[in-house]
């Protein structure tokens, strides 16, 4: 499988700001839906916001209007503007592409990366 390399995290105070950077090879940025997932401490993972081909856009209600998924073909990356963070975002972020299906053939996640660590605290 592909690997999926995730950078950006760190430390961040509430209310501030981080961008996430997520690469990948140009063969599976070209062809896949990107996601950005997130696992907090003791929770289950969870999709944060995916961004297609086409570059629609979806994300957790959680999220909505705080954070912003983007891609630049040129980079093979897809990143993860987060805004106004709040504790609770405060988690491990994967990439991965969403399980579904690609001109009618289905898809599951790739394998898990190592992830980046985003804590919001004061």
């Known amino acids: 499988q592909e690997q999926l390399v995730e950078s950006g995290g760190g430390l961040v105070q509430p209310g501030g700001s981080l961008r996430l950077s997520c690469v990948a090879s140009?063969?599976?940025?070209?062809?896949?839906?990107l996601g950005w997932y997130r696992q907090p401490p003791g929770k289950q993972r969870e999709l944060v916001a995916a961004i297609s081909i086409g570059g629609n856009t979806n994300y957790a209600d959680s999220v909505k209007g705080r954070f912003t998924i983007s891609r630049d073909n040129a980079k093979n990356t897809v990143y993860l503007q987060m805004n106004s963070v709040k504790p609770e975002d405060t988690a491990v972020y994967y990439c991965?592409?969403?399980?579904?299906?690609?001109?009618?053939?289905?898809?599951?996640?790739?394998?898990w990366g190592q992830g980046t660590q985003v804590t919001v605290s004061s």
């Open positions: 140009k063969r599976f940025f070209s062809i896949y839906t």
């Open positions: 991965n592409r969403p399980p579904g299906y690609y001109s009618g053939v289905y898809y599951s996640f790739n394998s």
